[in-house]
Structure formats: structure tokens, C-alpha cells
């Protein structure tokens, strides 16, 4: 009888050592758990302190281009060069600062940013549209559809190659370039970068080369800088 009390007794011992053992093994489980979300959780703000600094920072570009957004604004980021010497980057930050305030279409324009290193100075500038660009810039520029290009006036009289996928196809009659006259035409006569909002279908044959589906640089004439065509982006 005393054996099989002593019996039950170290039964019971067990079972008390086994759940004593699952629990702490639950509760290094959370104890890991909980010290793994605070890490993720600490990275994830880090990663958010970093992005936002970037962002109120501004990013800088590799070369000047033109970028026609979705709802019609364009935005000119352009790369020069900066001489210390000349001028100083106050002297040149307020000289744009001013220029921009001192256009008579109050909010059309929005300097974005404008920053300088050693050598180069970076500038963006977002515009209503692209006939307020045209209008603070001085370059011819304009940006529609088809149809409405035609109504303002403007000719198609020209020769156009295909671009599929962002690469040059075959030569195409001005007819069947504009056909479909619900698609955007961008009119530039300004050597830059160009970015679209959609996949580019036709280009002009002058001085146009396509980098990409929806990237193009207009190119100088004979090399000469000063020198640009009126080139036709269709997309």
C-alpha cells in the first residue's frame, strides 16, 4: 500500500515538472516573440524616420529633364553648373526663390527644391500645366491630345517613326500617326529629357532619341547646343 502511494506521488511530481517546464517554455516563446516585434518594430521606424528625411531632403537627379505627371502639372529638374566662386549657395537659392515668387500666377509654380555640392546645383520646379511652363520659361511648348493640337492650330504635316516597347520601328505617314486623335501629343522645341505619363507611340524623325517606353531626349542640331527642332512626342 505504501508502495503505491509513493507511486502516485512521484506520478504526480511528473506531471507537476512537465507543465511547470511547458510553461517556462511558453513564456520564453512570448518573451522571444515580444522582443522580436519591438525589434521590428524599431527598424520599421527607423526605415520611416530615414525615408522622410530623404524626402524633406529632396533627391537629386543625374541630368536635367522634363516630367509630364497624371494630372497634368509638368515638373523641370534641371543640373547645372555651380561656381563658389561666383556665387554663393544662398546667393543662388534666393535668386530662384525669387524668380519663382515673383511670377504673377500666384501657385502655378512650386519650387519643390533647390540644393548645391562642389560643382553642380539641382532645381525643381513643378508647374500647373505645361503652358504655364511655357510661359515662365520662354520655350515653345505644349502638351494635349491630338484633336486638340489640331484645333489650336498646330501641324502634323511631318514625318513619324513608330516606337514599341521603347525602341524605333518603321517610318509612318503623319495619317497614321494621328488617327487615333484621343491620344496626348507633347510639343517641345527645347533640348532635354522627356518623361510621359503612358507608353510613347509615335515620335517625330528630327533629333529625337527614345531611352525608354516612356523616355526620350531631344537631342541638339549638328551638336549645336543653342540649336533645337520642334520635335512631336505621341502617346
Do not use: C, W
Amino acid at each position: 500500500m505504501a508502495e503505491q502511494k509513493e507511486q502516485v506521488r512521484g506520478t504526480r511530481e511528473q506531471a507537476l515538472k512537465r507543465r511547470q517546464l511547458q510553461r517556462k517554455k511558453a513564456l520564453r516563446r512570448r518573451r522571444r516573440i515580444l522582443i522580436a516585434s519591438i525589434v521590428a518594430i524599431a527598424v520599421a521606424a527607423v526605415l520611416i524616420i530615414v525615408l522622410l528625411v530623404r524626402g524633406l531632403a529632396g533627391k537629386k537627379v543625374e541630368e536635367t529633364a522634363l516630367t509630364l505627371n497624371e494630372d497634368g502639372s509638368v515638373t523641370f529638374e534641371e543640373v547645372m553648373e555651380f561656381d563658389s566662386d561666383t556665387y554663393s549657395k544662398a546667393e543662388m537659392k534666393k535668386f530662384v526663390k525669387d524668380m519663382v515668387d515673383s511670377y504673377d500666377g500666384a501657385g502655378e509654380v512650386t519650387l519643390n527644391s533647390v540644393s548645391a555640392d562642389k560643382s553642380k546645383a539641382y532645381v525643381s520646379v513643378t508647374y500647373d500645366s505645361m503652358s504655364t511652363y511655357a510661359e515662365f520659361t520662354g520655350y515653345p511648348a505644349y502638351a494635349g491630345t491630338i484633336a486638340d493640337a489640331k484645333e489650336d492650330g498646330y501641324s502634323f504635316d511631318l514625318t513619324f517613326e513608330e516606337v514599341a516597347d521603347g525602341h524605333i520601328g518603321d517610318i509612318v505617314t503623319a495619317s497614321d500617326a494621328v488617327s487615333d486623335e484621343n491620344r496626348n501629343v507633347v510639343i517641345l522645341q527645347e533640348n532635354v529629357v522627356v518623361n510621359v505619363p503612358g507608353k510613347i507611340a509615335y515620335i517625330t524623325t528630327n533629333g529625337i532619341s527614345v531611352r525608354d517606353a516612356d523616355t526620350v531626349e531631344i537631342v541638339p542640331v549638328n551638336g549645336n547646343a543653342d540649336a533645337a527642332v520642334s520635335a512631336y512626342i505621341i502617346y
